[in-house]
Protein backbone atom coordinates (compact mmCIF):
# COMPACT_ATOMS: atom_id res chain seq x y z
CA UNK A 1 0.00 0.00 0.00
CA UNK A 2 2.34 2.74 -1.46
CA UNK A 3 1.31 6.39 -1.02
CA UNK A 4 -0.72 8.05 -3.75
CA UNK A 5 1.59 10.51 -5.67
CA UNK A 6 1.36 14.13 -5.65
CA UNK A 7 3.70 17.11 -7.26
CA UNK A 8 5.66 18.60 -4.19
CA UNK A 9 5.12 21.84 -4.65
CA UNK A 10 2.48 24.09 -7.13
CA UNK A 11 2.47 27.66 -7.45
CA UNK A 12 0.30 30.22 -9.07
CA UNK A 13 -0.67 34.31 -8.93
CA UNK A 14 -3.92 35.75 -7.54
CA UNK A 15 -6.53 34.96 -9.85
CA UNK A 16 -5.14 32.22 -11.79
CA UNK A 17 -5.92 28.32 -12.12
CA UNK A 18 -3.39 25.75 -10.51
CA UNK A 19 -4.08 21.88 -10.52
CA UNK A 20 -3.05 19.30 -8.02
CA UNK A 21 -2.47 15.81 -9.58
CA UNK A 22 -2.68 12.79 -7.59
CA UNK A 23 -1.70 8.89 -8.67
CA UNK A 24 -2.34 5.63 -7.77
CA UNK A 25 -3.02 2.49 -8.61
CA UNK A 26 -5.76 -0.01 -10.18
CA UNK A 27 -5.99 -0.74 -6.39
CA UNK A 28 -7.10 2.17 -5.11
CA UNK A 29 -7.78 5.96 -7.00
CA UNK A 30 -7.92 3.73 -10.48
CA UNK A 31 -10.93 1.42 -8.75
CA UNK A 32 -13.11 3.45 -6.46
CA UNK A 33 -14.88 6.14 -6.69
CA UNK A 34 -13.67 7.30 -3.14
CA UNK A 35 -11.24 9.94 -3.37
CA UNK A 36 -11.10 12.76 -1.24
CA UNK A 37 -9.22 15.91 -0.94
CA UNK A 38 -7.93 18.11 1.78
CA UNK A 39 -6.40 21.20 2.68
CA UNK A 40 -4.42 21.89 5.43
CA UNK A 41 -2.71 25.41 7.23
CA UNK A 42 0.48 24.80 9.64
CA UNK A 43 -0.38 23.79 12.98
CA UNK A 44 -4.01 22.69 11.90
CA UNK A 45 -6.12 19.28 11.31
CA UNK A 46 -6.84 18.66 7.91
CA UNK A 47 -9.90 20.30 6.66
CA UNK A 48 -12.40 17.92 4.13
CA UNK A 49 -13.00 19.81 0.83
CA UNK A 50 -13.85 17.43 -1.37
CA UNK A 51 -15.28 13.44 -0.95
CA UNK A 52 -16.25 10.92 -3.87
CA UNK A 53 -13.93 12.20 -6.55
CA UNK A 54 -15.93 15.52 -7.46
CA UNK A 55 -18.37 16.38 -4.24
CA UNK A 56 -18.24 19.61 -1.98
CA UNK A 57 -19.60 19.45 1.34
CA UNK A 58 -21.38 22.13 2.39
CA UNK A 59 -19.55 25.81 3.24
CA UNK A 60 -16.64 24.49 0.85
CA UNK A 61 -16.19 27.24 -1.55
CA UNK A 62 -16.87 26.43 -5.36
CA UNK A 63 -13.24 27.23 -6.69
CA UNK A 64 -12.48 23.97 -5.48
CA UNK A 65 -13.46 21.23 -7.73
CA UNK A 66 -12.17 18.47 -8.86
CA UNK A 67 -11.85 14.98 -10.88
CA UNK A 68 -10.54 11.68 -12.05
CA UNK A 69 -9.04 9.68 -15.11
CA UNK A 70 -8.12 6.28 -14.82
CA UNK A 71 -5.59 6.10 -11.83
CA UNK A 72 -5.13 9.81 -11.69
CA UNK A 73 -7.09 12.03 -9.52
CA UNK A 74 -7.04 16.08 -9.75
CA UNK A 75 -7.91 18.86 -7.95
CA UNK A 76 -8.50 22.44 -9.92
CA UNK A 77 -8.45 25.76 -7.67
CA UNK A 78 -9.77 28.05 -9.41
CA UNK A 79 -9.59 32.16 -8.73
CA UNK A 80 -6.55 31.11 -6.44
CA UNK A 81 -6.63 33.41 -3.70
CA UNK A 82 -3.82 34.69 -0.96
CA UNK A 83 -5.88 32.30 1.83
CA UNK A 84 -5.77 29.20 -0.33
CA UNK A 85 -2.27 28.98 0.54
CA UNK A 86 -1.81 25.55 2.39
CA UNK A 87 -0.79 22.24 2.28
CA UNK A 88 -3.22 20.00 0.10
CA UNK A 89 -3.42 16.04 0.16
CA UNK A 90 -5.43 13.63 -1.66
CA UNK A 91 -6.66 10.26 -0.33
CA UNK A 92 -8.08 7.41 -1.25
CA UNK A 93 -9.92 3.98 -0.38
CA UNK A 94 -8.46 1.00 -0.99
CA UNK A 95 -10.44 -1.73 -0.30
CA UNK A 96 -11.37 -3.39 2.64
CA UNK A 97 -11.95 -1.13 4.79
CA UNK A 98 -8.27 0.37 4.14
CA UNK A 99 -7.26 4.59 2.92
CA UNK A 100 -3.92 5.76 1.50
CA UNK A 101 -3.61 9.08 1.40
CA UNK A 102 -1.28 11.20 -1.16
CA UNK A 103 2.08 12.60 -0.45
CA UNK A 104 1.12 15.95 -0.40
CA UNK A 105 1.04 19.56 -2.22
CA UNK A 106 2.59 22.71 -1.21
CA UNK A 107 0.40 25.53 -2.97
CA UNK A 108 1.85 28.78 -2.96
CA UNK A 109 0.30 31.85 -4.03
CA UNK A 110 2.76 34.04 -5.51
CA UNK B 1 -22.66 19.17 16.49
CA UNK B 2 -19.89 16.73 15.93
CA UNK B 3 -16.63 16.81 17.79
CA UNK B 4 -13.90 14.98 17.83
CA UNK B 5 -12.09 15.96 21.30
CA UNK B 6 -8.26 14.14 21.10
CA UNK B 7 -6.28 13.81 24.71
CA UNK B 8 -3.26 16.39 25.23
CA UNK B 9 0.42 16.17 24.06
CA UNK B 10 2.88 13.89 25.90
CA UNK B 11 6.41 14.08 26.28
CA UNK B 12 7.76 10.30 26.18
CA UNK B 13 11.03 8.45 27.20
CA UNK B 14 12.03 5.41 24.26
CA UNK B 15 10.39 2.15 25.49
CA UNK B 16 7.59 3.49 27.55
CA UNK B 17 4.14 2.54 26.85
CA UNK B 18 1.30 5.33 26.02
CA UNK B 19 -2.35 5.27 24.72
CA UNK B 20 -3.99 8.48 23.40
CA UNK B 21 -7.17 8.95 23.13
CA UNK B 22 -10.40 10.91 20.89
CA UNK B 23 -13.70 11.36 22.54
CA UNK B 24 -16.51 11.60 19.96
CA UNK B 25 -19.71 13.68 20.71
CA UNK B 26 -22.92 14.81 18.58
CA UNK B 27 -23.27 11.66 15.93
CA UNK B 28 -24.29 8.11 17.04
CA UNK B 29 -20.75 6.31 18.37
CA UNK B 30 -21.66 3.12 17.45
CA UNK B 31 -22.50 3.89 13.52
CA UNK B 32 -19.00 4.70 12.32
CA UNK B 33 -16.10 3.72 11.97
CA UNK B 34 -13.13 5.98 13.36
CA UNK B 35 -9.43 6.36 12.59
CA UNK B 36 -6.15 7.45 13.27
CA UNK B 37 -3.57 9.66 10.90
CA UNK B 38 0.11 10.29 11.63
CA UNK B 39 1.97 12.83 10.18
CA UNK B 40 5.58 13.13 11.25
CA UNK B 41 7.29 16.41 11.99
CA UNK B 42 7.60 18.55 8.54
CA UNK B 43 5.98 15.84 6.69
CA UNK B 44 2.75 14.08 5.48
CA UNK B 45 -0.43 12.81 6.58
CA UNK B 46 0.10 8.70 6.82
CA UNK B 47 -3.22 6.18 7.66
CA UNK B 48 -2.32 4.37 10.22
CA UNK B 49 -5.47 2.63 10.50
CA UNK B 50 -9.49 2.18 11.80
CA UNK B 51 -11.72 0.85 13.64
CA UNK B 52 -15.90 0.00 13.91
CA UNK B 53 -16.78 0.87 17.76
CA UNK B 54 -20.10 -1.45 17.59
CA UNK B 55 -17.67 -4.70 17.07
CA UNK B 56 -14.15 -3.84 17.74
CA UNK B 57 -13.22 -4.45 13.62
CA UNK B 58 -10.16 -3.41 13.47
CA UNK B 59 -7.82 -2.88 10.28
CA UNK B 60 -4.04 -1.40 9.74
CA UNK B 61 -2.10 -0.11 7.38
CA UNK B 62 0.76 -2.94 6.54
CA UNK B 63 3.39 -0.12 7.91
CA UNK B 64 1.60 0.07 11.14
CA UNK B 65 0.30 -3.40 11.73
CA UNK B 66 2.38 -4.53 14.80
CA UNK B 67 3.64 -1.14 16.36
CA UNK B 68 0.18 0.24 17.88
CA UNK B 69 -3.00 -1.06 18.77
CA UNK B 70 -5.98 0.66 17.89
CA UNK B 71 -9.11 0.20 20.17
CA UNK B 72 -12.12 2.08 21.30
CA UNK B 73 -14.69 2.14 24.60
CA UNK B 74 -18.07 2.72 23.37
CA UNK B 75 -19.93 2.86 26.87
CA UNK B 76 -18.08 6.35 27.03
CA UNK B 77 -17.43 7.26 23.02
CA UNK B 78 -14.12 7.30 22.85
CA UNK B 79 -11.65 5.64 20.51
CA UNK B 80 -7.36 4.99 21.54
CA UNK B 81 -4.00 4.85 19.97
CA UNK B 82 -1.67 2.78 22.09
CA UNK B 83 2.10 1.81 21.94
CA UNK B 84 3.61 -0.75 24.15
CA UNK B 85 7.09 0.94 23.87
CA UNK B 86 7.53 3.84 22.02
CA UNK B 87 10.67 4.67 19.70
CA UNK B 88 12.17 7.99 18.81
CA UNK B 89 10.83 7.78 15.09
CA UNK B 90 7.38 7.75 16.72
CA UNK B 91 7.47 11.49 17.65
CA UNK B 92 4.56 12.77 15.29
CA UNK B 93 1.08 14.70 15.56
CA UNK B 94 -1.84 11.88 15.51
CA UNK B 95 -5.11 12.91 14.26
CA UNK B 96 -7.91 11.09 14.93
CA UNK B 97 -10.69 11.08 12.05
CA UNK B 98 -14.19 10.15 11.48
CA UNK B 99 -14.64 8.25 7.69
CA UNK B 100 -18.11 8.84 6.18
CA UNK B 101 -20.44 6.21 6.02
CA UNK B 102 -20.39 5.68 2.24
CA UNK B 103 -16.47 5.72 2.99
CA UNK B 104 -16.15 8.98 0.52
CA UNK B 105 -13.90 10.89 2.78
CA UNK B 106 -12.79 11.53 6.49
CA UNK B 107 -15.59 14.49 7.65
CA UNK B 108 -14.44 15.26 10.72
CA UNK B 109 -11.13 14.95 12.41
CA UNK B 110 -10.00 15.65 15.96
CA UNK B 111 -7.19 18.41 17.07
CA UNK B 112 -4.35 16.05 16.80
CA UNK B 113 -2.51 14.94 19.69
CA UNK B 114 1.67 15.57 19.81
CA UNK B 115 3.69 12.46 21.01
CA UNK B 116 7.24 13.61 21.64
CA UNK B 117 9.62 10.45 22.40
Known amino acids: QSALTQPASVSGSPGQSITISCTGTSSDVGTYNLVSWYQQNPGKAPKFIIY???KRPSGVSNRFSASKSGNTASLTISGLQAEDEADYYC??????????FGTGTKVTVL | EVQLVQSGAEVKKPGESLRISCQAS????????IGWVRQMPGKGLEWMGI????????RYSPSFQGQVTISVDKSINTAYLQWSSLKASDTAMYFC????????????WGQGTLVSV
Open chain 2, 51 to 58: IHPDDSDT
Open chain 2, 97 to 108: ARPQVSWGGFDY
Open chain 1, 91 to 100: CSYAGRNTYV
Open chain 1, 52 to 54: EVT
Open chain 2, 26 to 33: GYRFSSYW
